[in-house]
């Protein structure tokens, strides 16, 4: 038990380091994903093309091939990334094909009569988009945001294949060095519900109250 205890500021660290990665691509997929995927509703076939392409392939593949494709590819053309950012960027890729998806989904679900009613009283393009479309986009747009951040959060674990110390990877060399598996596997699993078990229940309240 003593063991245990002097391991929790290393799996704490871990921890952060989790929680860095989790919420910079968080953050950052937004702000890739919201714009492209308003585009992939609304606007011309060539603005569309490309980001249907990329939303599809980057979804297609999986998140292990993106990281080692921007750690250990990107250098063949002479693009060297620490670990950290690497694994940020390829997360950000992934995560932002799925944005893209989400916001795209969002605004199509809304009726078609919901923007020829904002067009037959006179509200101009900006102003149908600001007070008609967005609001009731964003309520079909934050529970399966939600469960994309939850998402995040577990698939942050591959990150320790970079030999970044997140969570993951701290378990495993606590372990090597004290060879308490059990135990230690508990108590990062219970880190891990800690923080995924508010969101997942925050997006079943969502998805209660907005659909």
């Known amino acids: 038990m003593a063991t245990l205890i002097q391991t929790l500021p290393f799996l704490v660290d871990g921890l952060l380091t989790t929680l860095l990665v989790s919420a910079c691509v968080i953050v950052l997929s937004l702000i ?9 509703a609304f606007g011309p076939l060539w603005a569309r093309a490309p980001i249907r392409l990329y939303a599809d392939f980057v979804r297609g593949v999986p998140i292990l091939v993106l990281l080692y494709f921007v750690y250990y590819g990107l250098p ?15 997360l950000t890729a992934f995560k932002s094909a799925q944005i893209i998806e989400i916001t795209r989904g969002s605004f199509q679900s809304i009726p078609a009569g919901q923007t020829e009613a904002a067009k037959a009283i006179g509200l101009t393009m900006f102003d149908r988009f600001a007070h008609v479309l967005a609001p009731q986009a964003v309520r079909r747009f934050l529970p399966p945001f939600v469960n994309s951040v939850v998402d995040t959060v577990k698939g942050s674990s591959l990150v320790s294949l970079l030999g970044i110390v997140d969570l993951m990877l701290s378990l495993q060399q606590v372990i090597g060095r004290t060879h308490v598996a ?12 800690a923080i995924n078990f508010p969101l997942s229940a925050l997006s079943r309240r969502l998805e209660k109250r907005f659909v």
């Open 32 to 40: 890739v994903g919201l714009p492209l995927g308003c585009v992939l």
């Open 76 to 90: 063949a053309i002479k693009v060297n990334l620490p670990s950290l950012l690497a694994a940020i960027v390829a």
């Open 182 to 193: 059990l135990p230690l596997y508990l108590i990062g699993a219970l880190m891990y519900f």
